[in-house]
C-alpha cells in the first residue's frame, strides 16, 4: 500500500524506512516484482506467469520478458525493468542512505504526479533522501546490466563478463 506523498514528507526515518520496498542482493526476482506491486494501485499491479522463473511479467494486461541473466544481477535487472514497465504512471527513486555499499537496498515507487510535485514542492527531503534509479547499473555491483528494451552492446556486454573492475585487479596485476 502507498503512503500519499504529503505523509511521506513528514515521517521520521524509521516510519520511512517502514515506507519503501527493501531488496537485497540475495532476494528472488519475485520478491522484487511482489514488493513493488504492493505499492501500486490495484490495477496497476504486476503479475508474473511464473513465480518460479519470473521471466514473464504481466501489467495491464501487456506481456513483457525480462532479461535475466542467471546472474547476481538479476536483481537490478528486474528493479531495472520493472521500472521501465511502469514509467509511464510511476517513477522509482533509490534511498540514498542504502545505495553506498549496503547490500539491501531501499525504494521508494511515487505516481508520476506525486515525483513531479516532490520535485517541485519537497526538493530538499527528495534530495536529502533518494535519487532517481540509475538505469542500466547494477547498484550491488556497479556493473553495467541489460534490462527490459535495453540491451548492452555485444562487446559491453562481453567486456563486462570478461574484465575484472579496476578496483578489483588480481594481486598479480599490482606487481
Known sequence: MRIPLATLVTLDEDALSGALVWIDWRSFESEVVEGFSEQLDEDDAIEMLDEESPTDLVHRGVAYRIPLTE?????????????????DRYSVFVHS?????????????????????????HADWLSANFEPLPMGIDGFSGEAIAYLGHELPAQASADSRTAAPAHKKPFWKFW
Open 97 to 121: 542512505d542504502s545505495y553506498g555499499g549496503s547490500d539491501t537496498h531501499g525504494f521508494l515507487l511515487l505516481s508520476n504526479a506525486d515525483a513531479e510535485h516532490a520535485r517541485q514542492h
Open 71 to 87: 546472474s547476481g544481477r538479476d536483481r537490478y535487472v528486474m528493479i531495472a525493468s520493472v521500472a521501465e514497465i511502469l514509467k
